[in-house]
């Protein structure tokens, strides 16, 4: 099992459903298990109406019923805050194999707002665009002690999405 690790918009779920196009291989992805669970209600909502106690709560329940359910041949692309809560990262370690997907957050900040921008994302929405970057590289860097746990550091910047594609099959081959 391989857990695809990382900051939001770092491009985990599309690195996994690349991969699964590129090498057939099982895709599971946390956040959409969540919104299974949860739906109609959306992430925000969850954070806003419960806290984000609960939706840790349920993503760690998402990540221990999914490592129990699928095979060895599977990616499980995980929220960003997914191995900064509880063991998880440990968990995740003792597991299968952890690939981060690492960026500098000025280029954090460009993927976010290329994907939807704050508003679909729960921890940024309070956020002024001018307040984004200082928080981003502020939660990186006291993210950065559970990412940096993982077995494999994949530098993304100056990449594009087939490039990473390229070099995470090349990192499978090994």
Request: proline residues 2%; hydrophobic residues 35%; glycine residues 6%.
């Amino acid at each position: 099992m391989i857990y695809l690790i990382g900051y939001m918009a770092a491009g985990k779920s599309t690195l996994a459903r690349m991969a699964h196009q590129a090498c057939g291989m099982n895709v599971v992805d946390t956040d959409e298990r969540i919104s299974e669970l949860i739906d109609p209600e959306s992430f925000i909502d969850i954070f806003n109406n419960y806290g984000e106690e609960t939706f840790r709560s349920l993503e760690m329940d998402v990540l221990h019923k999914v490592t129990e359910t699928y095979v060895h041949d599977t990616i499980v692309s995980t929220g960003g805050g997914l191995p900064c809560y509880a063991d998880n990262m440990d968990y995740m370690n003792s597991h299968g194999t952890t690939l981060y997907l690492r960026w500098t957050p000025e280029n954090l900040v460009q993927r976010i707002n290329i994907t939807g921008g704050v508003k679909l994302r729960p921890m940024l929405a309070h956020l002024k665009d001018e307040q984004l970057l200082e928080f981003v590289t502020k939660h990186l860097t006291q993210r950065e002690k559970y990412y940096s746990k993982a077995h494999i550091t994949l530098m993304c910047d100056g990449m594009d999405d087939f490039q990473i594609l390229e070099q995470f099959l090349k990192i499978l081959k090994h």
